[in-house]
């Protein structure tokens, strides 16, 4: 993929979003210009999370098709009840059919 330094593009916003833009901008003592950086930086940020987890769902969904195998939210809840008791050699439970 071809990479730039730096560009600028226009952004239209309505008078609503501006002005709340220039109150967080000022609330975060930081230009609006870098406020409006960081959200898209969040933005993408966030949307790459998001994908990488929904491959995931759907990894763990198709392994479960395939093979049966899983563990009962009962059980993850009585494991993760061990952990919060301070035991923090519990082991996760089995997968099982």
């Known amino acids: 993929m071809d990479t730039l330094k730096s560009a600028s593009i226009a952004v239209e916003m309505d008078g609503a979003s501006l002005l709340e833009l220039a109150r967080v901008a000022e609330a975060e003592g930081i230009s609006q210009d870098e ?9 993408l940020d966030h949307g790459e999370g998001y994908r990488a987890m929904l491959r995931d769902g759907t990894d ?5 098709k395939r093979t049966g195998l899983h563990v009962t939210n009962d059980e993850i809840g009585d494991w993760i ?3 919060d008791a301070g035991n923090d050699d519990a082991e996760p439970p089995a997968c099982h059919t």
């Open 35 to 43: 406020a409006i950086k960081n959200a898209i930086r969040f933005y």
């Open 81 to 83: 009840a061990e952990l």
């Open 60 to 64: 763990a969904w198709n392994h479960y």
